[in-house]
């Protein structure tokens, strides 16, 4: 499986600021999701990071929002812009390495909090 | 957004103890998975099923998917305190690898 890695891994954020994770892989994947898990609530996909092109993003979340970059095949970003305290949570990564049999594996997470 | 109907929501137990779990759906899943979650931590796979009817071992750990292909469990066999957290079942759909997640069942084991 790949190895995941986010930075930062957590960050205490101000009201109205932007704060942009990082999401790095040791070898090149085919797919890159990102995910929001609020506190003791299950993952909810925010979007799918596809390299050189735009993000596809679930109902629910917009680009203005969750701008989301994905250069190469081993790196993504996801900024969540405008913060508000009702965005603290904890930000996955998740990458699959395709073939007609693939699993998710996930990132270690970057925890939000947004005073 | 669509989700998993996981079943316990909470166990506590004792250490040496069998636990079960499982996972339903209305709708019918190609692959299903079960992570395990750490305080702290991102989801870690423990077992994928790609067959329905699969059953699949990893050590003490045994899932099965159902022959409906709507449903699953996963079985933990004489429970230690590292099997502390929450478990999360995870449905596949082939076509978009979207993954569908269950609630979660968080187990806590008494040593």
């Known amino acids: 499986s790949a190895v995941i890695s986010q930075k930062p891994s957590r960050d205490i954020c101000q009201r109205g600021t932007s704060l942009t994770i990082q999401c790095q892989v040791d070898?090149?994947?085919?797919?890159m999701f990102w995910y929001r898990q609020q506190p003791g609530q299950s993952l909810t996909l925010i979007a799918t990071?596809?390299?050189?092109?735009?993000?596809?993003?679930e109902s629910g979340f917009v680009i203005d929002k969750f701008p989301i970059s994905r250069p190469n095949l081993t790196f993504s970003t996801l900024t969540v812009s405008n913060m508000s305290p009702e965005d603290s949570s904890i930000y996955l990564c998740?990458?699959?390495?395709?073939?007609?049999?693939?699993?998710?594996?996930f990132g270690p997470g970057t925890r939000l909090t947004v005073l | 957004g669509q989700q998993l109907n996981q079943s316990p929501q909470s166990m506590f137990i004792q250490e040496g103890e069998d636990v079960s779990m499982n996972c339903t759906s209305s709708?019918?899943?190609?692959?299903w998975l079960w992570y395990k979650q750490d305080p702290g931590e991102g989801p870690v796979l423990l077992i994928a099923?790609?067959?329905a009817g699969e059953l699949t071992s990893n050590g003490r750990l045994t899932a099965q998917f159902g022959i409906t292909r709507k449903d699953s469990f996963l079985n933990i066999s004489a429970s230690i305190p590292s099997d502390v957290g929450i478990y999360f079942c995870?449905?596949?759909?082939?076509?978009?690898?979207?993954?569908?997640w269950g609630l979660g069942t968080s187990l806590a084991v008494n040593p």
């Open positions: 998740s990458v699959t390495s395709g073939g007609p049999i693939d699993t998710q594996y």
């Open positions: 070898s090149q994947v085919t797919m």
């Open positions: 990071a596809n390299q050189g092109s735009e993000a596809t993003y």
């Open positions: 709708s019918i899943f190609n692959t």
């Open positions: 099923l790609y067959k």
């Open positions: 995870a449905g596949q759909l082939n076509h978009n690898r979207k993954l569908i």
